[in-house]
C-alpha cells in the first residue's frame, strides 16, 4: 500500500513543532510523503537529517494548494481519507481502508475547508472527540496497517536501533564524510 499525508488548513500562530511532528510520524508509521502548507522551511532540513541518521527517502513537499494536490492524487487512483471527529468511525472503516491501493490521509489544523468533506471518498474518525492531528494520523496508520509498518526497512541510514529489554544498542554505520 502506498500511504501519502496532506496537511491542511490555517493556523493563527504556526505551530511548526506539531507540523514537524506530523511529519515524524507518518515517516514513522510507513507513508512516504507528505505535502504541507504555510511552514517553517526548516521542517524539510529536519527531515533530511533524520532520513541520513535512520535511513529511508521519506519526502517533504511544500505545497501553494491542497486542492491541486488532491485533485492530482484522485487522478492517480487515490483514496483520500480525511480525518475529522465528525466522521465515520475507524472500527468500522478500517477493514475497508486496509484493502486501498493507494492512500491520500487529508489532516488539518485548526481551521478545515468545508469543501474537503465533500472532497473525500473517506471521512474517518478517531473517536468523535476532539484530540490532535499527530494522534489521528498514528493512530489511521496503525490500524490499517496492523504493525506491519514497522517491519519495513529504513534502508541506508547511518544508525540503526537493535531493540533490547534494557539499556540502548545501536548499530552505527562507519562514513568517511
Ligand atoms: N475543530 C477542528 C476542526 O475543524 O476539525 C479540529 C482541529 S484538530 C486540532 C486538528 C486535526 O486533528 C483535525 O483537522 C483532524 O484532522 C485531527 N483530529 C482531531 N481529532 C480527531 C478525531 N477525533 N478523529 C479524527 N481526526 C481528528
Redesign the pocket.
Known sequence: MMIEVLRI?QRIIRDDRVTTHVALVARAFGASKIFMTEVNPEIKETIKKINKTWGGNFVVEFIDSWRTIAKKKRKENFKIV??????ESINDTQKELSKEENLLV???????PREIYEFAHYN??????????I???AI?LDRIQKGEQFKKDFSRGRRKIIPTKKGKKVLVKETRD
Not at 82 to 87: A, E, P, Q, R
Not at 106 to 112: D, N, S, Y
Request: proline share 4%; glycine share 14%.
Open positions: 488548513g480525511h480525518l475529522t471527529m465528525y466522521g487529508v489532516v488539518g489544523a485548526e481551521k478545515v474517518v474518525s478517531i473517536g468523535n472527540q476532539p484530540h490532535s492531528e494522534s489521528a494520523l489511521l
